[in-house]
């Protein structure tokens, strides 16, 4: 009879392999694999991505001239990282204010996420 960890200290590993239906273990998170970034994108296009649909209506490279020549600074010496490019920064407001999302979650969504 299944005595659990206290009584036979092999703990759920063992019930899920000798006493199944009686505990079942829970799959560890895989990572992505070598073609599941190359699945997920044309899933989420298939499925009506909003953001694929924001992008056939909006000309963005309309907006790069006057971003560039607002955020145009001159370097303070040489070295350092380079800037973001302000399209993409620019394009990343308008997804926040779309959705309605803090500065937080949307540093958590694009780390998260493909798609955005």
């Known amino acids: 009879m299944y005595q659990g960890r206290a009584g036979n200290g092999r703990g759920s590993a063992w019930c899920s392999r000798y006493a199944p239906g009686r505990l079942t273990r829970r ?5 992505l694999g070598l073609l599941d970034v190359e699945l997920r994108a ?29 955020l145009a600074k001159p370097a303070k010496g040489p070295g350092g ?29 694009v780390t998260d996420r493909l798609s955005f």
Do not use: C, H
Request: charged share 25%.
């Open 27 to 31: 799959r560890a998170a895989q990572p």
């Open 42 to 70: 044309p899933w989420l296009e298939a499925k009506g991505n909003p953001l694929s649909r924001l992008d056939a209506v909006i000309d963005w490279e309309s907006f790069r001239p006057p971003l560039e020549q607002a």
């Open 81 to 109: 990282r380079p800037a973001n490019d302000p399209l993409k920064m620019f394009k990343l407001l308008a997804v926040q204010r779309y959705y309605n999302l803090s500065d937080e979650q949307t540093e958590y969504q």
